[in-house]
């Protein structure tokens, strides 16, 4: 027998919406809605129509993380050698075009680690972040003690990591670890709106600049830096390069063609 989905998935506009559906579980990441999520975002990534993504869940959860239940019997073999927490978890990162998380309720452990895998969080006002691994004897194991880092620095990190506080939106806002704090009930509207912008831009451009941007984390400010130069010069043998300038100059709106 079939499991029934654990997302649902539809397009507005040029907006792909992942939403996670495991309402009773709180969106709890098991194998198979990590498989299904993955390849929702690929065809999403695949499909022409399509110039951003969104990954949400529901009002009360993003993801309260793994699975506890499917994952408290593993042992080290099991876990070692059979890929858990592996390629299928990062997926998200494979993606060309932007994914926006759209995150209300509880993003913890696994959850949070998705949304920071995303390029950006949108965070409803009543978001929790927070890295609870330490609680169950185990550590963030799908970046989190990377990301979280990165993101609000050391001291907080190691707060949240080693005494398993929660964060709530308003402090996430001012730590960095949020985009933006929006009221629960605008948290899909705000989310679609920067897809849709994001979507009125120069694909070239928006997944070179989403790569730059990335570069950032891996690499040295020198390295970086040349990095950035030679997309930006790249840019410049489109033709959206030349639509863009040349309608600006013109005072018109810019009709991109994605060459
Ligand atoms: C990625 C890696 C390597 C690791 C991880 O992510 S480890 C998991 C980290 N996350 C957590 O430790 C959070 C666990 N959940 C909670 O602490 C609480 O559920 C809560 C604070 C998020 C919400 O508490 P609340 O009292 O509002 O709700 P519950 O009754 O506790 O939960 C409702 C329902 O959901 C099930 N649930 C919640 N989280 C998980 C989870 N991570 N894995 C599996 N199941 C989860 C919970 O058991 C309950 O279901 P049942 O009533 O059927 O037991």
Request: aromatic share 6%; net charge neutral.
């Amino acid at each position: 027998m079939t499991e029934a989905s654990m997302i649902l998935v539809e397009t507005i506009g040029r907006v792909g919406v992942v939403r996670l559906n495991r309402p009773k579980a709180l969106n709890a990441l098991c194998a198979q809605l990590m498989q299904e999520l993955g390849a929702a975002l690929l065809a999403f990534d695949k499909d022409p129509a399509v110039a951003a993504i969104i990954v949400t869940g529901s009002e009360k959860a993003f993801a309260a993380g793994a699975d506890i239940k499917e994952m408290k019997d593993k042992t080290f073999p099991d876990v070692v050698f059979n890929d858990f927490i592996g390629a299928h978890w990062e997926t998200v990162l494979e993606v060309k075009k932007p994914v926006i998380a759209a995150v209300a309720g509880f993003a913890l452990g696994g959850g949070c680690e998705l949304a920071m895998m995303c390029d950006m969080i949108l965070a409803a006002d009543n978001a929790k972040f927070g890295q609870p691994e330490i609680n169950l004897g185990i550590i963030p194991g799908a970046g989190g003690s990377q990301r979280l880092t990165r993101a609000i620095g050391k001291s907080k990190a190691m707060e949240m990591i080693l005494t398993a506080r929660m964060m709530d939106a308003a402090e996430a806002e001012r730590a960095n670890l949020v985009a933006r704090v929006v009221p629960l009930a605008d948290l899909m509207a705000e989310a679609l709106k920067i897809g849709e912008k994001i979507a009125s831009l120069s694909g070239p451009s928006v997944a070179i600049a989403k790569d730059a941007v990335n570069a950032a984390f891996e690499t040295t400010l020198t390295e970086g830096v040349k990095t950035e130069r030679r997309m930006f010069l790249g840019l410049f043998a489109t033709a959206d390069q030349k639509e863009g300038m040349n309608a600006f100059a013109e005072k018109r709106r810019p009709n991109f063609t994605h060459r």
